[in-house]
């Protein structure tokens, strides 16, 4: 009987693991740079934690299907050590399906790099929303946050509000470390992101994400040509907010993100909308200006959302 009692104890707990899921997430660390014989066991520990603090924790309020989880990858890049102090990079990336079609858009990429945490044999990986218990769980739970934001946001208006709050206090309570100040150059780390998600000022880009998702790519598979009209729409609240204040954070992130998602979706179009998407872009992307002129070439059915 006690037997059975802990095999039942065992699939409740599992089940309950199972439920608590918000992520399809491949967790990665590489340690190429710095590894030598004698850490490996750390690592290798250090990687399973991540993997667990990601996977069995509930991040969403809402309670997602499996096929409703969110897909994104982190992949943690090692480049310095002295000691239990660790520096890095991490890689990130953000997909979801398109209504009805086999192709997934990426939502996000993103590399942040600046990375520092300590971390030692043994120790748990703990969270607090509300304290900094590790700068390492604190970056992953930031970005975790940041994904379920844009993801929602992808789905209904302003739906990732409540979790873009979550990324900017995280950001205040970090406030004074690496990749977390507001005084750092280039307002592009993780404050930045935040306060430009936060801030009612660019409040279009919430509208950006929405209508070029669920309004323009979501309706491509049965209606190609209403589709790409929503997206040349949604292109144009980027371009206010580029207005409002250029080279922000998160339209970078969009623009690197985008580019050739949109060369792609745009080859297919009208001259009159491949003419105003080329003005778009390039007055938003000054960097990348050449590469919308690819616009103008043949389409890539193969290529095509």
Partial sequence: ???????????????????????????????????SSGNQQRFNELRQKLYTFVHDRKWCQYNLKQNERIE???????????GDEYEGTMNLVLQRPVYKASYKTTLMTFQDKKIKFRYADGDPLEYDENATLSELTSIIAYYLNLFIG???DSFSPNGGAA?????????????KDVGWSVAESGQNNRYWIAENFNNS???????????????????MYET??????????????????NAQKSNLAAVRIILNTKKDEIINIFKEGMPSEKTQVINIM?????TNSSSYDAINSASNSSSRP
Avoid: W
């Fill in 1 to 35: 009987m006690k037997r059975l009692f802990g095999i039942f104890l065992v699939l409740i707990i599992s089940l309950g693991t199972l439920k608590a899921q918000d992520f399809q997430c491949s967790v990665s660390l590489n340690t190429t740079q710095i590894s």
């Fill in 224 to 241: 190609p040509d209403a589709g790409r009209a929503v997206i040349l729409e949604s292109l144009k609240l980027l371009q206010q907010v």
């Fill in 163 to 175: 979790y873009f709050s979550k990324c900017q206090n995280t950001a205040n309570l970090n406030a």
């Fill in 150 to 152: 844009v993801e929602l």
């Fill in 201 to 219: 000022t660019y409040s279009k880009l919430h509208d950006f994400y929405y209508q070029y998702h669920r309004l323009g790519l979501d309706v």
């Fill in 282 to 286: 390039k007055q938003i992307d000054p």
């Fill in 72 to 82: 994104c990858s982190m992949t943690l890049n090692l480049t310095k050590a002295s």
